[in-house]
């Protein structure tokens, strides 16, 4: 079992809609969570970040974390067509240093909001 | 700021060639991350620097390659002699803060090895 699974998609959704994009985990000691959005040839770029379980609303981004179903969410209201992008989900056990410190990635999911 | 920086934006080689990836942090930055993102595996972390010391190298695939920051506003990826497998787009990122703070990306070099 792949430490990160992620549904690499393609989704497609018309404007407006809502959204849903998620990830599965296996390592329990993931304590940091975030979600990087990726446009076509670009660098990732981080969009929300979460620390344990819980929900983090941003603008019309919602992030969620279930620790005990090692399960997160990314939800997005009112989907743009400037939202179309690969979202890869991304977290790490913690902040001690060394490998501890190391972002795991899903592979990502490809996002197009059509007009 | 202009942000990260990495040079070249797109390198083609033939199998067996040394291929240098540059990288210009964002200034003040103390940490520096090289990721390889392909297909199959993903975005994958490489290697680490703190203050252009290597934290954490247990990413880097094999002796091919090699990693070094000689200063604060530098580094450099280097595979010598590449591979065809080693095709794929390498980012480099730098953060202030180790993990809490944004990791910034730059908007990579896409290799290919023929």
């Known amino acids: 079992q792949k430490e990160v699974e992620q549904d690499p998609g393609p989704l497609s959704v018309p404007e407006g809609a809502i959204v849903s994009l998620n990830c599965t985990y296996s390592?329990?000691?993931?304590?940091?969570f975030m979600w990087y959005r990726q446009y076509s040839r670009k660098g990732p770029e981080l969009l929300m970040y979460?620390?344990?379980?819980g929900n983090k609303e941003d603008g019309r981004f919602t992030a969620q974390v279930d620790k005990s179903s090692k399960y997160i969410s990314l939800f997005i209201r009112d989907s743009q067509p400037s939202d179309s992008a690969t979202y890869l989900c991304?977290?790490?056990?913690?902040?001690?240093?060394?490998?501890?410190?190391?972002?795991?990635f899903g592979k990502g999911t490809l996002l197009t909001v059509n007009p | 700021d202009a942000g990260v920086i990495q040079s070249p934006r797109h390198e083609v080689t033939e199998m067996g060639q040394e291929v240098t990836l540059r990288c210009k942090p964002i200034?003040?930055?103390?940490?520096l991350f090289w990721y390889r993102q392909t297909m199959m595996r993903g975005l994958e972390l490489l290697i680490y620097?703190?203050?252009?010391?290597?934290?954490?190298d247990s990413g880097m695939p094999e002796d091919r390659f090699s990693a070094k920051m000689p200063n604060a506003s530098f580094s450099t990826l280097k595979i010598q002699p590449s591979e065809p497998r080693d095709s794929a787009v390498y980012f480099c990122?730098?953060?202030?803060?180790?993990?809490?703070?944004?990791?910034?990306f730059g908007p990579g070099t896409r290799l290919l090895v023929l």
């Open positions: 979460t620390y344990s379980s």
């Open positions: 620097f703190n203050n252009n010391v290597p934290i954490d």
């Open positions: 390592n329990s000691a993931f304590q940091y």
């Open positions: 990122a730098s953060s202030l803060v180790l993990l809490r703070e944004t990791q910034y």
């Open positions: 991304a977290m790490s056990p913690g902040l001690s240093g060394g490998s501890n410190y190391k972002l795991t």
């Open positions: 200034s003040g930055h103390d940490y």
